[in-house]
T-cell receptor, first 114, second 109 residues
């Protein structure tokens, strides 16, 4: 089934630990995004990539890093997790680069940092 | 700063019509999106408006007034499965999406 796959779907993590959230898409979309969603707030962009080999910072990039070695994969790494990074993380993709177009979302990764 | 405002929660009756409003203040405008998000699930695309006016798609319609910084999503013949959060998002001058916090719509029988 075509779409975006995220892993893990849920994770409890001790503060200070390193964590990588995986995201893979099979739609050959150029652009990919990582958002976090917190209660009472809109989706907030963490990092994005308009095409393989390039990445950019979003609204809330601190404490997170990404890489885009190929078109399909866009992992998000928390180098040293803190409780404020407890959130639901969504990976998304779109066909275009700067032109956002419709976003296709993964099912989300619920992360709890204790 | 950039801001998207929409009501936090709305309640409507099955079979009725409901209008969810969204007002925005952004640096530039390159389109407005509506997404639906069921609890515990991913957002899914509903509509896109870039020109003023009404876009109709089945039971759902979306309206845009760029001069007023205003949009609404109209849902007709409400069904229980329409219970979800509805997210308004605006693409700014850099084509980055600015998201509202979402409107939780509760449908009662």
């Amino acid at each position: 089934i075509a779409g975006i796959t995220q892993a893990p779907t849920s994770q409890i993590l001790a503060a200070g630990r390193r964590m990588t959230l995986r995201c893979t898409q099979d739609m050959r979309h150029n652009a990919m995004y990582w958002y976090r969603q917190d209660l009472g707030l809109g989706l907030r962009l963490i990092h994005y990539s308009n095409t393989a080999g390039t990445t950019g910072k979003g609204e809330v990039p601190d404490g997170y890093s990404v890489s885009r070695a190929n078109t399909d994969d866009f992992p998000l790494t928390l180098a040293s997790a803190v409780p404020s990074q407890t959130s639901v993380y969504f990976c998304a993709s779109s066909p275009g680069g700067y032109d956002t177009g419709e976003l296709f979302f993964g099912e989300g990764s619920r992360l709890t940092v204790l | 700063g950039q801001n998207i405002d929409q009501p936090t929660e709305m309640t409507a009756t099955e079979g009725a019509i409901v209008q969810i409003n969204c007002t925005y203040q952004t640096s530039g405008f390159n389109g407005l999106f509506w997404y639906q998000q069921h609890a515990g699930e991913a957002p899914t695309f509903l509509s896109y408006n870039v020109l003023d006016g009404l876009e109709e798609k089945g039971r759902f319609s979306s309206f845009l007034s760029r001069s007023k910084g205003y949009s609404y999503l109209l849902l007709k013949e409400l069904q229980m499965k329409d219970s979800a959060s509805y997210l308004c998002a605006v693409a700014d001058s850099n084509y980055q999406l600015i998201w509202g916090a979402g409107t939780k719509l509760i449908i009662k029988p």
